[in-house]
């Protein structure tokens, strides 16, 4: 028997909130776990972050503030857009450049990727647009992907 109600108290029916998870206990998923656990002091009004392998497109470590905010499944999305936007450049024979940063906005929301300095990992945070402003948003991003 299935009862509904039990899946929305925290820690039945579904992952973890309000807490960093790190995938496993490997050196890069511990690594990515600290620094999510640093991003949550500096942006407690995250709704989710995550950072995914861009090859693998697997999470490595993931935080949700609800439960409708659920970073794995942006997993493969994200990589692929980072991908795609990556052979974009190539295809444009600008080798010289490379992509740092993904940002779109939402009417409530804001979403930035952010590729680590080795370009094998992929930072993804989302906050509210009445909580957080985009620079500020943008440079705590930044910081922390200089962390991976």
């Known amino acids: 028997m299935t009862i509904p109600f039990l899946r929305r108290i925290p820690g039945l029916g579904g992952p973890a909130l309000r807490q960093v998870v790190a995938a496993s206990s490997q050196p890069a998923a511990q690594a990515a ?3 999510l656990a640093q991003l949550l ?3 407690p009004e995250l709704l989710l972050a ?3 392998e861009v090859a693998t497109c697997q999470p490595l470590a993931t935080y949700a503030a609800e439960r409708e905010y659920q970073p794995a499944p942006l997993a493969a999305p994200a990589g692929a857009m ?3 936007l990556q052979a974009n450049l190539a295809a444009q024979n600008q080798l010289d450049e490379e992509l740092q940063e993904v940002v779109f906005t939402l009417a409530t929301q804001l979403h930035l ?3 680590s300095a080795d370009g094998q ?3 993804y945070l989302a906050v509210h647009t ?3 402003n985009l620079a500020l948003a943008r440079q705590l991003t930044q910081q922390a992907a200089e962390r991976l």
């Open 33 to 35: 776990a600290g620094v």
């Open 121 to 123: 990992q992929l930072l």
């Open 82 to 84: 980072v991908r795609q």
């Open 130 to 132: 009445h909580d957080t």
């Open 50 to 52: 995550a950072v995914f």
């Open 41 to 43: 002091a500096e942006l």
């Open 113 to 115: 990727l952010r590729l």
